[in-house]
């Protein structure tokens, strides 16, 4: 009888950590949801162009998604992407005038679905080049990064595939 209501109440308690852990994804898939319809709506409002603009229209504002492993990293402008061997590093410049503040607001990396995979907002003060890491997805994907700039709007980078897994029998399998 003992071991039944431990059994029970350990349901129990997996079951509410089940509940809450998908309220928060849903919660946190709506959340980015909405925070890329305001980036679409300020950017048209701004700029008045639908959508981001045009890929390379200004390097300094490129997303540029590195693979490592396990591990995927988007740093902004041409000049982070290639350790200062080419292009600008987009500043990250706060200041008491609000006319003086230009930065990389929000960096967010799309699947081939349009899903969000990763998204950070950042703030004026912190050191450049922008940055957003996260874990690689572990199943072969087609992965895209967006920024919105305070001054310049809604940027996109060049669609990266990342790989499955090869599946099957290796030499050291075998």
């Given amino acids: 009888f003992g071991v039944s209501v431990i059994y ?9 950590l089940a509940f809450w852990a998908a309220f928060y994804s849903v919660a946190e898939s709506q959340e980015c949801s909405a925070i890329k319809h305001e980036v679409s709506r300020r950017h048209e409002a701004d ?4 959508g981001p603009l045009p890929l390379f229209t200004s390097t300094k504002h490129t997303p540029y998604i590195t693979v490592e492993g396990g591990l995927s990293t988007v740093v902004v402008g041409q000049g982070a992407a290639t350790n ?8 990250m410049t706060g200041d008491d005038d609000p006319a003086n503040v230009h930065y990389i607001e929000l960096i967010y990396v799309e699947d081939h679905d349009g899903n969000v995979l990763a998204m950070r907002r950042l ?4 050191t450049a080049p922008a940055r957003l890491e996260f874990q690689t997805p572990a199943d072969g994907t087609v992965m ?12 996109q ?6 790989e ?6 290796s030499v050291a399998e075998c």
């Fill in 8 to 16: 029970w109440v350990g349901m129990r308690r997996a079951l509410k």
């Fill in 47 to 50: 700029f008045g162009q639908a």
């Fill in 84 to 91: 200062g061997a080419a292009g600008a590093v987009h500043p």
């Fill in 123 to 126: 703030k004026p003060t912190e």
């Fill in 144 to 155: 895209q990064a967006f920024l919105y700039c305070n001054l310049h709007g809604w940027h």
């Fill in 157 to 162: 980078g060049v669609p990266v595939t990342v």
């Fill in 164 to 169: 499955s897994p090869a599946v099957g029998c």
